[in-house]
Nanobody, 115 residues
Framework: QVQLVESGGGLVEPGGSLRLSCAGS????????MGWYRQAPGKQRELVAI???????TYGDSVKGRSTISRDNAQNAVYLQMSSLSPEDTAVYYC?????????WGQGTQVTVSS
């Protein structure tokens, strides 16, 4: 069974940074467009970043300029580095693998930005 397992969430102070990881199981991240999405309470899930199969990256407007998505095929993992965090970044962050009509989601990792 395909699994995406996120890690790296937690409590971060405003202005801080974090690095989220997404490890793939029974699938190869190199074969998918890999993305990070987030969902805050009472809000719709929104795009954070996507790295395509050819390694081009796209970012959501709310994180552009302070986030980097990367892929490590040897580790079969995808990472999201975020900086200059604010309380507005508080959300559950989900990893996604997409190829055509196939979508896999991780269980999510909570990120809370608070002093």
């Amino acid at each position: 069974q395909v699994q995406l397992v996120e890690s790296g969430g937690g409590l971060v102070e405003p202005g801080g940074s974090l690095r989220l990881s997404c490890a793939g199981s029974k699938m190869l991240v190199s074969r998918y467009n890999m993305g990070w999405y987030r969902q805050a309470p009472g809000k719709q899930r929104e795009l954070v970043a996507i790295i395509s199969r050819d390694n081009s990256a796209t970012y959501g407007d709310s994180v552009k300029g302070r986030s980097t998505i990367s892929r490590d095929n040897a580790q079969n993992a995808v990472y999201l580095q975020m900086s200059s965090l604010s309380p507005e970044d508080t959300a559950v962050y989900y990893c996604n693998a997409n190829l055509l009509r196939t979508n896999y989601w991780g269980q999510g990792t909570q990120v809370t930005v608070s002093s």
